[in-house]
């Protein structure tokens, strides 16, 4: 089964195991913040290419990663 292109938001949330509400997600498209979204009428969908990036974007990475890749002495 291929990947789809689009996710509604309950997708979304899921795709998240419920880390995300429908209310922070509403909340974030008011503020644009957040991942991108596309609104058509009164239908909101997320590009799965933009929910990656996105959640590329928001990992955190830590001191002891860099000592065990052997970049120890790179600053972030």
């Known amino acids: 089964m291929t990947e789809p292109l689009y996710l509604k938001p ?11 509400s ?3 997600l509403a909340n974030w498209r008011a503020m644009r913040v957040g991942p991108a979204f ?5 239908s909101i969908v997320y590009p ?3 929910l990656n990036q996105w959640a590329n974007e928001q990992t955190v990475k830590c001191r002891a990663t860099n000592r065990l890749n052997g970049k120890e ?4």
């Open 48 to 50: 799965v290419a933009d």
């Open 38 to 42: 596309v609104k058509i009428g009164k």
């Open 73 to 76: 002495h790179e600053q972030s």
């Open 10 to 20: 309950e997708e979304v949330i899921e795709r998240f195991r419920g880390a995300i």
């Open 22 to 24: 429908t209310g922070t």
